[in-house]
């Protein structure tokens, strides 16, 4: 049977593209992919790099501060948000551009379309037409949740926080996650006068105890007001912006209410269910290792799987399905020992286990530092950093690394190598210090803080 594409992507996120560029470079196949909306996706358009683009905006406040300390002479000039937003408006073109070059390049056919699944070797586009493909690959990534409740039309989400006429006076940031947490940094950088409501005990949940209680008190002491344990009960159009009403008995009045309560998979109106493709209770597709769904010509990958959403994780899965399926090499990403960052501030890297996790499953030995860094203890900041170690007591394996402190993500990457190749408590110990550094913590750690 002669199909008109060898392989049809829906979604143009970083799983998809990846994933066509590696069947069609790589593997020489007939690709064409679909995508609605930018291409790029939620990392590039309205995820990841605009996030971070922002990180670095609301960092410099606090340089400027430190500036004077070191003897420079800084008028603090302030911060014009629409001359940030148009230059990262025209730096996301500049990315989108990249991206659809490197597909064309590749040799593979775009339609700017939303594409959803007649059976299981035909997709049809918005616009009719319809095209065969022996593999379809579903990419199409998640978007934000916002829970129903009176009001709710009023909360923006992370999607609409790129796109802001102006910056709020105050804010009001709901959840308790990544997204939660980076954008009450963010904004409190930015100048804003931030509250974050999160129904748990403490923000994070899911990271080492020690380090997310790390991250919330220099959240605090940073001026955003976190009030754990609770939850909006409505919010309500006023002349001067948008009150609400919180289940703490909290009445206050915002400029902007921002939901960050998780994302779902986006796989509604795709046609899948009918199909047969398994869908779990989020939405999220049913896929087996090789990432392969209950019918044998559809895969799926990234956030619409929700396995870890994560974009290095998506272009994982993405390749390892073009080398599988078209490249006559079976991979299965392994999804452990996956490092990430919160880009809050301080930031938090962590790779494998906390503490609670590894002490329900062995015994084990925690290395532990919290101490001022040299950059800020001279400006006359308060500011601490934190190293953690998690110790295998009987393989002597480091089973999770948490780290507290500004550029963590640029460390936890580089020990998340070291913990992936197995390295013991003693290899830490025989390698050498770089000095003065924060990460030399690392290493220079020698009798542990606890053991469990
Ligand atoms: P998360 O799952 O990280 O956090 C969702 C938060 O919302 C939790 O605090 C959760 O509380 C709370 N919540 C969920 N439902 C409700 C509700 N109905 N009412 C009130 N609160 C609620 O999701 P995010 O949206 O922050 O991020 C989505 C994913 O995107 C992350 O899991 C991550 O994988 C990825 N991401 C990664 C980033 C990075 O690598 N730096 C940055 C941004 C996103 P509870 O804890 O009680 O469940």
């Known amino acids: 049977m002669s199909f008109d594409y060898d392989l049809f992507v829906i979604g143009g996120g970083s799983g998809g593209v990846r994933a066509a560029r590696v069947a069609a470079a790589d593997w020489g196949a ?18 990841c790099v605009p996030k971070k ?35 990262l408006e025209a730096e996301l073109d500049r990315l989108e551009g990249a991206y659809r070059d490197t597909l064309k390049t590749a040799g593979v056919t775009i339609h700017d379309a939303r594409a959803t699944l007649v059976d299981a070797h035909r997709v049809r586009l918005a616009s009719g037409e319809e095209f065969s493909a022996r593999h379809i690959l579903i990419a199409t990534g998640g978007q934000p ?28 940031v709901v959840g308790g996650g990544y997204i939660a947490s980076e954008f009450a940094c963010i904004l409190n950088g930015l100048g804003v006068e931030v509250c974050q409501f999160y129904r748990g005990a403490q923000i994070l949940r899911g990271f ?49 209410v921002m939901y960050a309560t998780g994302r779902r998979p986006n796989t509604q109106g795709l046609g899948l269910e009918a199909l047969g493709v398994g ?19 559809v895969f799926a990958v990234g ?22 399926v078209f490249g006559g090499k079976p991979t299965a990403f392994d ?49 601490r950093v934190m190293m953690k170690l998690i110790v295998s007591q009987t393989t002597r394996k480091v089973l999770g690394c948490h780290i507290v402190a500004p550029e963590a993500g640029e460390m936890i990457q580089l020990a998340a190598i070291a913990i992936r190749m197995g390295a013991t408590k003693e290899d830490f110990d025989r390698t050498c210090a770089v000095h003065p550094t924060m990460s030399e913590e690392l290493v220079t750690m020698r009798k542990p803080t606890r053991s469990a």
């Open 335 to 383: 999804h452990e020992l996956v490092a990430s960052a919160v880009f809050t501030q301080p930031e938090m890297g962590s790779v494998g286990m906390t503490e609670e996790a590894a002490r329900d499953q062995e015994p084990i030995e925690v290395y532990a530092t919290a101490f001022r860094p040299m950059r800020t203890a001279f400006a006359g900041r308060p500011d």
């Open 30 to 47: 007939k690709v064409g992919l679909a995508e609605e909306s930018r291409m790029g996706g939620t990392c590039v358009i309205r995820g």
């Open 208 to 256: 080492d105890d020690e380090a997310r209680g790390h991250v919330a008190t220099a959240m605090q002491a940073d001026g955003i007001l976190i009030h754990t344990g609770t939850d909006v009960m409505r919010l309500e159009k006023t002349h001067g912006g948008i009150r609400v009403v919180a289940t703490d008995g909290t009445e206050r009045e915002f400029d902007l």
């Open 303 to 324: 956030d619409v799987t929700g396995r870890i959403n994560l974009t290095p994780v998506a272009i994982r899965e993405g390749h390892a399905f073009a080398d599988t």
């Open 53 to 87: 683009l922002m990180v670095f905006a609301s960092g410099f406040p606090s340089i400027f501060e430190d500036a004077r300390s070191y003897g420079w002479a800084v008028d603090q000039a302030g911060f014009d948000w629409m001359a940030f937003r148009n230059r």
């Open 279 to 297: 869908i779990g209770r989020q939405g999220q597709i049913a896929v087996d290792r090789f990432s392969q769904t209950a019918v044998p010509s």
């Open 145 to 172: 949740f916002v829970p129903d409740f009176p009001g709710a039309e009023l909360a923006v989400t992370s999607n609409d926080m790129f796109h802001l006429d102006a910056l709020p006076k105050r804010a009001l």
